[in-house]
């Protein structure tokens, strides 16, 4: 099991940005992917971004393309969630993940990363209209 841990939640106003951040306390050869989630109050968790530990590739959900941005830090074995033009539907708990041996870039990354069962705590993000 990689243990995973999040910061950098926060409130803002709607428009407001915020950068998450997530660190795995080892690499493992049985995961070569991280990814970000977020589930409001009385909602499903909604996968967001993935990206290869390489960097090589990241997927995008509909929901945040082109406002959310995942990047990592290779050396640190860190990855970020770069938030810009937060709106209040974005309020959630922010989850990170790790695990599985990702291959192609589509939603199914999100399924790997909930099948391993990687999560951290999760930190809290609340925009405000």
Known sequence: QVQVAESGGG???????????CTADRRTRSSNCMGWFRQAPGKEREGLAVIYNDGS???YADSVK??????????????YLQMT??????TAMYYCAAGGVA???GPHL???????????????VTVSS
């Open 11 to 21: 409130s803002v106003q709607a428009g407001g940005s915020l950068t998450l951040s």
């Open 57 to 59: 590739k990241a997927f």
């Open 66 to 79: 082109g406002r959310f941005t995942i990047t990592r830090d290779d050396a640190k074995n860190m990855i």
């Open 85 to 90: 033009n937060l709106k209040p539907e974005d």
């Open 103 to 105: 291959s192609g870039v």
């Open 110 to 124: 999100f399924r790997l990363l909930v099948a391993a069962q990687n999560w951290g705590q999760g930190t809290q």
